[in-house]
């Protein structure tokens, strides 16, 4: 629950702030920065039991939290460990976890977890997605699988993200 700095030069951990997360973040979770608003974002693995998600302010380094929400069951039998990433240019927060994916949207956390609408089930969880500029999708490298096969999750095109459909496909 404290926020704790890697100094390259030394090789040290050190302490950054002294004040404790307000919300318990175990090792399961997920940190997120998010450079538009220089916060630190922190999703714990138990995703469906919160309703509020914790945050380090880079401004003024203090932990805070997001409104409250209803907590979202969605995914809370999904297998494996889940994983959060940032989609920045929708301003949503994306939990993968099992084969399913919830979003945040940091526009409007009052309204919660929504679950997202995949083409096809994601494969399975434990790595997060990377966003590739170029092409505007997000790309998934499974740990447990062995070749060529890289997935993309190209964001839906109309202006509605949540209630948009998100396109799976595998790539070699």
């Given at each position: 629950?404290?926020?704790?700095?890697?100094?390259?030069?030394?090789?040290?951990?050190?302490?950054?702030?002294?004040?404790?997360?307000?919300?318990?973040?175990?090792?399961?979770?997920?940190?997120?920065?998010?450079?538009?608003?220089?916060?630190?974002?922190?999703?714990?693995?138990?995703?469906?039991?919160?309703?509020?998600?914790?945050?380090?302010?880079?401004?003024?380094?203090?932990?805070?939290?997001?409104?409250?929400?209803?907590?979202?069951?969605?995914?809370?039998?999904?297998?494996?460990?889940?994983?959060?990433?940032?989609?920045?240019?929708?301003?949503?927060?994306?939990?993968?976890?099992?084969?399913?994916?919830?979003a945040l949207d940091l526009k409007n956390p009052a309204a919660?977890?929504?679950?997202?609408?995949?083409?096809?089930?994601?494969?399975?969880?434990?790595?997060?997605?990377?966003?590739?500029?170029?092409?505007?999708?997000?790309?998934?490298?499974?740990?447990?699988?062995?070749?060529?096969?890289?997935?993309?999750?190209?964001?839906?095109?109309?202006?509605?993200?949540?209630?948009?459909?998100?396109?799976?496909?595998?790539?070699?």
């Open positions: 629950g404290a926020v704790h700095r890697f100094d390259l030069s030394t090789g040290l951990w050190t302490r950054h702030i002294n004040a404790v997360a307000p919300e318990p973040q175990l090792y399961e979770g997920t940190s997120i920065f998010d450079a538009t608003e220089d916060k630190y974002w922190m999703t714990p693995d138990w995703l469906y039991s919160i309703s509020k998600v914790s945050y380090l302010d880079g401004r003024d380094w203090t932990s805070k939290q997001t409104a409250a929400f209803e907590p979202s069951f969605t995914i809370a039998m999904e297998a494996a460990y889940g994983a959060s990433f940032m989609d920045e240019s929708r301003r949503l927060i994306i939990y993968h976890r099992g084969s399913r994916m919830v919660g977890w929504k679950e997202l609408k995949l083409s096809q089930p994601a494969p399975s969880a434990g790595n997060r997605w990377v966003f590739y500029p170029p092409d505007g999708s997000f790309y998934y490298r499974h740990q447990d699988e062995v070749g060529q096969t890289l997935y993309r999750l190209i964001p839906p095109t109309t202006t509605d993200a949540i209630n948009g459909t998100w396109n799976l496909t595998a790539v070699s």
